[in-house]
Structures are given as C-alpha cells and as structure tokens.
C-alpha cells in the first residue's frame, strides 16, 4: 500500500498562486509515476500533470501548461505542484496519485481544496 496526503491549497484571488504537495509513504519502492487530478463541482475528474519517478519526464493539461509546474523530491517522497497565474476555472479539488510500477494500480489522496476568486 502507499498512502497519499496532499497539503498547501487554500483560498486566493486570480492572478495569484499556490504550491500543492503530496507526502508518499508506506511502499514508495514501488511508484514509478505520480501525478495530479482535479475535480470541479458537477464535473468529471481531469487529468492535471504528472512526473516520473526516476527521470523525471513531465506532461501536463493543455489548460495549465505554461502556469503549473510538476516537480518531484524523492529523497522526501513529495511531488509538488506550482500553480501561478491562477484562474477561476482553476476551483476545484485537487487530488494526487501515485502509480504501482508493477501492478499499474493507481494510489488516491484525500485531496485538497483550492479555491480561486475573481
């Protein structure tokens, strides 16, 4: 098992930022990606950006390319996620998730509010 706790989201106005991060703990041997999700009211989870473990490799949503930057601390099994020139559109819940290398499993935190006003 590994256990997500994600931190850092909050209340700020457009135009501001915000740093995400996510804690894995428990068998972190066995992550090979970890990523973020978001999920709007009435709406669908959305993909958000992910990283690799080892190399580092970065994708990223169309909508946050260019504001949100994935990086990645392995020594302390934390994933961040920058967010600047945030938007309205940006509210949501924001989850991190973590990828079994051997399974292909999928690891979810609790996730964290950010809201962001106009």
């Known amino acids: 098992q590994v256990q997500l706790v994600e931190s850092g989201g909050g209340l700020v106005q457009a135009g501001g930022s915000l740093r995400l991060s996510c804690v894995a703990s428990?068998?972190?041997?066995?992550?090979?990606?970890m990523g973020w999700f978001r999920q709007a009211p009435g709406k669908e989870r959305e993909f958000v950006a992910t990283i690799s473990w080892s190399g580092g490799s970065t994708n990223y949503a169309a909508s946050v390319k260019g504001r949100f930057t994935i990086s990645r601390d392995n020594a302390k099994n934390t994933v961040y996620l920058q967010m600047n020139s945030l938007k309205p559109e940006d509210t949501a819940v924001y989850y991190c998730?973590?990828?079994?290398?051997?399974?292909?499993?999928?690891?979810w935190g609790q996730g964290t509010q950010v809201t962001v006003s106009s």
């Open positions: 998730t973590s990828r079994d290398q051997w399974t292909s499993y999928d690891y």
């Open positions: 428990g068998r972190t041997f066995v992550i090979n990606r």
